[in-house]
T-cell receptor
């Protein structure tokens, strides 16, 4: 149980285009989803927290107009990188948790590698 | 603000030996959770072990155990009988008690190499 998927697993796009990454909880309802960014050999950096049906809460320094997050259902959250530039190239990871879960455990997706040319 | 510190950027252990990864944290809360996550080369985050702060007994999961020292705010991970598959980045994480939106606070990670 507690499986989270991400799609796509990797994407290459041209500078100036937008890219959408999906995060799905496959066997549970995720009241809260989190989006992280990770650079090579570094820790996970929380970008935003999203709750189903409400606006995402962004961490300080994260451009909300650039990283659009939508959590339209209890099993799906999307991250759209708008007008992507090479500096947006990174590994993006989502996680999800449910009120029914214990211990504040987050279940992580396998990540999406974004390369912007 | 809560912080998590992992002072060992890299560690190495011989196969079948034991290794301990260090983690300290800072919080003014009395109730919280602590985690160790493993991130292998696939980059999938895997929960290794979890500790509730109100429990005095150290958590154990097969070859993985923790030494939780609440007063010292220390939470080390011991891996016994190390296997090649244990090679990964290990992250220590803290989470406040209660609330679905409470964030995980990660340490900077320790890269563990396992030598055959």
């Amino acid at each position: 149980g507690a499986v989270v998927s991400q799609h796509p697993s990797w994407v290459i796009c041209k500078s100036g285009t937008s890219v959408k990454i999906e995060c799905r909880s496959l066997d549970f309802q995720a009241t809260t989803m989190f989006w992280y960014r990770q650079f090579p050999k570094q820790s996970l950096m929380l970008m935003a927290t999203s709750n189903e049906g409400s606006k995402a809460t962004y961490e300080q320094g994260v451009e909300k107009d650039k990283f659009l997050i939508n959590h339209a259902s209890l099993t799906l959250s999307t991250l759209t990188v708008t007008s992507a530039h090479p500096e947006d190239s990174s590994f993006y990871i989502c996680s999800a948790r449910t009120l029914a879960g214990a211990s504040n455990e987050q279940f992580f997706g396998p990540g999406t590698r974004l390369t912007v040319l | 603000a809560q912080t998590v510190t992992q002072s060992q950027p890299e560690m190495s252990v011989q196969e079948a030996e034991t290794v301990t990864l260090s983690c300290t944290y800072d919080t003014s809360e009395s109730d919280y959770y602590l985690f160790w996550y493993k991130q292998p080369p696939s980059r999938q985050m895997i929960l290794v072990i979890r500790q509730e702060a109100y429990k005095q007994q150290n958590a154990t999961e097969n070859r993985f155990s923790v030494n939780f020292q609440k007063a010292a705010k220390s939470f080390s991970l011991k891996i016994s009988d190390s296997q090649l598959g244990d090679a990964a980045m290990y992250f220590c994480a803290y989470a406040p008690y209660g609330g679905a939106t409470n964030k995980l606070i990660f340490g900077t990670g320790t890269l563990l190499a396992v030598q055959p």
